[in-house]
């Protein structure tokens, strides 16, 4: 099983991608937390993405690239995995196919999580996160049993900047001009699914399952 996840930040990608990844048993592989291992880890690539994101910048697509590649050789992604949040554009997604052809892989599906705004909204705006060992909870759907007291820790927890409302809507600008063409690339390939990203996990789990069959 290999699945690329395109959708708006708040369409519920991440969360079904780690259901999915546990049942499944295949990699649950996010550019983000790429990044932040090979960082965390002063490998060769991490110090250089470093010197990127320290200076403010975006990291090259070809860095994040060669990252992906590694991954990709690693045990735990051999039986399969699921990309959560690369590609984001068309450039990136014509790299990654360059990739996958020279590593001998193939998707099965792209799956585009079609979220309205006013739910992306719900989901991120009410998302706290803890400030020091990073639990995740949700004010509505996953209320710490304390407010603002970090399960797991105890710490405070705190609402990331790009979580606040009036970030959340800039971003899904910038999706809408970047990353949404990404549905028409894959459509061309035939391999486009779309699951609606309103739903809840029980609700759209049975409609995933019905695609990965």
């Known amino acids: ?6 959708g708006p930040p708040g369409a519920g990608k991440g969360t079904m991608a780690k259901v999915l990844s546990k049942r499944y048993n295949v990699a ?31 990291v090259p697509d070809q860095l994040v690239i060669e990252m992906m590649r590694q991954r990709l050789r690693e045990k735990d ?35 585009n999580f079609d979220a309205s705004d006013k739910k992306i909204i719900e989901r ?13 909870y949700h004010l509505k759907n996953i209320p710490p049993k304390q407010p603002g007291i970090c399960d797991q820790c105890g710490s405070a927890l705190i609402q990331r900047k790009d979580d606040a ?14 990353t949404a063409p990404l549905i028409d690339y894959y459509e061309r390939q035939k391999l486009l699914r779309t699951v609606p990203g309103d739903l809840n996990v029980d609700e759209l789990d049975p409609i995933l399952k019905k695609i990965l069959v």
């Open 1 to 6: 099983m290999r699945l690329i996840f395109l």
């Open 28 to 58: 649950h592989l996010s550019t983000g937390d790429l990044l932040r291992a090979n960082i965390q880890a002063r490998t060769s690539l991490g110090k250089e993405a470093a010197s990127f994101v320290d200076n403010g910048k975006l």
């Open 77 to 111: 992604a051999k039986p399969g995995f699921i990309l959560d949040g690369f590609p984001r554009t068309t450039e990136q997604a014509k790299a990654l196919d360059q990739l996958l052809q020279e590593e001998e892989m193939e998707v099965g599906h792209a799956i």
């Open 124 to 136: 991120l705006s009410g998302r706290r996160i803890c400030g020091k060992c990073g639990a995740i």
């Open 165 to 178: 409302e009036d970030t959340v809507r800039k971003r899904l600008e910038v999706y809408r001009k970047e």
